[in-house]
């Protein structure tokens, strides 16, 4: 029965046990995918191939960093959007607040003041203040 390390028959020398993960150079076992996949082969596998390994990791670090928050936040606001009715008090990207007084499917009629009225573009309300009832106004 083989111990942990079988022998090679071409060069005699201890290989690593297949089904077993390798050893580093000091004998640590690496069982951690993102330093198992950043280490050079021990064969002197191809450097093209490790460069490919690189761009890929920091891509998906990309993506998990920046862009998947970015398109939840704008699921968020889209939904945000789509929900709006007349009476929210609403802040505009320009950040003028103020209460719905009529929906339209792409405009918005604002009440800023008494007698103030603002007709603006939905996609232009940056975040609802407080929800209001349906029939105020």
């Known amino acids: 029965m083989a111990g942990p390390e079988l022998r090679s028959a071409r060069t005699n020398a201890l290989v690593p046990n297949p089904g077993r993960h390798p050893p580093t150079p000091d004998g640590v076992v690496v069982t951690h995918l993102p330093l198992g996949l950043m280490m050079a082969t021990p064969e002197g596998g191809s450097p093209l191939s490790f460069l490919l390994i690189q761009i890929l990791l920091i891509g998906l670090i990309f993506y998990w960093l920046l862009i998947r928050p970015?398109?939840?936040?704008?699921?968020?606001?889209?939904?945000?959007?789509?929900?709006?009715?007349?009476?929210?008090?609403?802040t505009t990207v320009g950040g003028i607040i103020g209460t719905i007084v009529h929906v339209d499917d792409a405009r918005l009629t604002l009440r800023t003041a008494e007698s103030t009225r603002l007709v603006i573009e939905r996609g232009k309300v940056s975040s609802l203040v407080s929800a209001g009832k349906e029939g105020e106004g």
């Open 70 to 90: 970015q398109k939840k936040e704008r699921e968020r606001h889209d939904a945000m959007i789509a929900g709006l009715k007349k009476g929210d008090e609403v």
